[in-house]
T-cell receptor, first 112, second 107 residues
Framework: EAQVTQNPRYLITVTGKKLTVTCSQN?????MSWYRQDPGLGLRQIYY???????DKGDVPEGYKVSRKEKRNFPLILESPSPNQTSLYFC???????????FGPGTRLTVL | EDQVTQSPEALRLQEGESSSLNCSYT??????LFWYRQDPGKGPEFLFT???AGEEKEKERLKATLTKKESFLHITAPKPEDSATYLC????????FGAGTTVTVRA
């Protein structure tokens, strides 16, 4: 089954404790991206990757890091999480940047 | 600054009561406009892509249309299972999402 998986689905952590949210796709897609979704603000892009080893900032990259060492994986790293990073996070993939995106199930992160 | 505005924020319909959702945008060069459906606790699911003014696409009870400044998602004779948040996204070499319209269809 074609899908994007994310782990963990739910995470409660404390300020400053480094964490990683994994994302994996099995569709051989070139393009992957991370979004955060907050009430009233819609989906905002954090980082995107056009292909392996190529990543770039989206609209809200501050406080986040990513890496794309393999085509299928695109982890999101929060080196020192803060409460304002409490949000619902989605990973997505598509064949190119202008094709429809396939979204993962989401990761709900709470930073205390 | 590019902007994508969806209206209304929320829409409550009776089963069978047709209605339309609006997505207005201000971008410099549209490559494509996407509609997604999002159910509570899940990721958005792709519905349609529209590329040029005048284009229309249909899927079951949904029909999406596009003009130079806005897109409409028409829901014809909705059923309770059409209840969801509908998201619009505009691609002008940068993808921008609207905040969504939450549709509730009562039986």
């Amino acid at each position: 089954e074609a899908q994007v998986t994310q782990n963990p689905r739910y995470l409660i952590t404390v300020t400053g404790k480094k964490l990683t949210v994994t994302c994996s796709q099995n569709m051989n897609h070139e393009y992957m991206s991370w979004y955060r979704q907050d009430p009233g603000l819609g989906l905002r892009q954090i980082y995107y990757s056009m292909n392996v080893e190529v990543t770039d900032k989206g609209d809200v990259p501050e406080g986040y890091k990513v890496s794309r060492k393999e085509k299928r994986n695109f982890p999101l790293i929060l080196e020192s999480p803060s409460p304002n990073q409490t949000s619902l996070y989605f990973c997505a993939s598509s064949q190119t940047s202008y094709n429809e995106q396939f979204f993962g199930p989401g990761t709900r992160l709470t930073v205390l | 600054e590019d902007q994508v505005t969806q209206s209304p924020e929320a829409l409550r319909l009776q089963e069978g009561e047709s209605s339309s959702l609006n997505c207005s945008y201000t971008v410099s060069g549209l490559r494509g406009l996407f509609w997604y459906r999002q159910d509570p606790g899940k990721g958005p699911e792709f519905l349609f892509t529209l590329y040029s003014a005048g284009e229309e696409k249909e899927k079951e009870r949904l029909k999406a249309t596009l003009t130079k400044k806005e897109s409409f998602l028409h829901i014809t004779a909705p059923k309770p299972e059409d209840s969801a948040t509908y998201l619009c996204a505009v691609d002008d070499y940068k993808l921008s999402f609207g905040a969504g319209t939450t549709v509730t269809v009562r039986a």
